[in-house]
């Protein structure tokens, strides 16, 4: 099962963290642009072609110590076709390198257009008598509002392909509890229900470590919630954003694993790519200042968490 791959990534590196791939073209140092802008000028292409180019530097820093990427796949839709290019391309290289991916698009829609979702992000899509993985993550998150018609598409997938997908059901944002924390008749939360469905929905995707290919974004600035979904989820792993730049610390994002030190994956993206602005290195050495403030988020996680084992 597809999740069971990122737990056995995370244990080998000892490192329950994901770099966040969400580059904006002032995060990428002005060398890179200028080269990129040389060869397409400064058009999509150019700019797309600076993302990919960046991306490839903080993968080769990091693949060895971080388990993941997280590419959001706005930052790449912004540039169009050009832009789509280049996430497919860093989800590719992330691959080569041995990461494990974890695709940001929240996709929401129900029947035919999820499964479209589904197969773009994680299946095969069918051109005649053949079969090309489009994108070829290894997870996709999700909105699950539209209940289970708009997950159901999703396990099939999953199923057929040994993927997984991590439902919004806590979000890191401000205003989340507008309606996450409305309370419904039965006295539960919305977030709450949310997560029940995900331990339901989980069933059809077993791991082998206790935790389904079915997960869920729960945000490191809720860390009461981290507590309370951790014991109602015991079979769902957690990506958990928010961290950094939002304000969680690694002592928010504690009470999201479990005795073995497992049961989450936290985000970080603007801390990692924008490492070499925040340390004012010489814009060159880009990539190994996000290697240095990944390891420092390693370092700060793991004291808090200690050793991560897998369960006997």
């Known amino acids: 099962m597809s999740m069971d791959k990122m737990i056995e990534a995370i244990m080998e590196t000892q490192n329950p963290s994901v ?8 995060y990428i ?14 058009t999509l292409e150019g700019a797309a072609d600076a993302l990919l180019q960046f991306n490839k530097g903080l993968i080769d820093a990091l693949c060895d110590i971080v388990p993941a990427i997280k590419p959001q796949a706005a930052y ?21 390198k041995g990461m494990y991916v974890i695709t940001d698009g929240k996709r929401n829609d129900i029947g035919p257009t999820m499964t479209a979702y589904a197969t773009a992000h994680l299946g095969k899509t069918e051109v005649a008598e053949n079969s090309f993985a489009a994108f070829d993550g290894d997870t ?5 509002y539209l209940g289970t018609d708009g997950i159901k598409p999703l396990i099939e997938v999953c199923q057929k392909e040994d993927k997984g997908i991590f439902v919004l059901v806590k979000t890191s944002n401000p205003s989340s509890g507008e309606l996450q924390d409305k309370k419904l008749e039965s006295g539960k939360a919305v977030y709450e229900l949310m997560g029940e469905m995900c331990e339901n929905w989980g069933k059809e995707l077993e791991g082998k470590y206790g935790y389904s290919g079915v997960g869920a974004v729960i945000g ?7 507590d309370e979904l951790r014991v109602k989820m015991p079979h769902t792993f957690f ?7 939002q304000g969680g610390g690694a002592g928010d994002v504690k009470p999201a694993f479990d005795e073995n030190g497992l049961g989450a994956i936290v985000n970080s993206s603007r801390g990692i790519m924008c490492a070499w602005q925040k340390e ?23 004291a808090e968490v200690g050793r991560i084992l897998l369960p006997l």
């Open 19 to 26: 770099a966040g791939l969400d580059p904006k073209l002032e």
């Open 76 to 96: 790449y839709e912004m540039y169009g076709w050009q832009g789509m290019k280049a996430l497919t391309e860093t989800i590719a290289y992330a691959k080569e």
């Open 140 to 144: 996709l998150t999700v909105n699950g």
């Open 29 to 42: 140092p002005p060398y890179l642009k200028q080269a990129s802008f040389a060869k397409y000028g400064e």
């Open 280 to 302: 004012k290195c010489a814009e060159t050495d880009y990539a190994a200042a996000a290697r240095r403030e990944a390891i420092r988020m390693r370092d700060e996680i793991m």
């Open 220 to 226: 490191a600035t809720y860390p009461e919630q981290l």
């Open 239 to 245: 990506l958990v954003p928010g961290y950094g730049a």
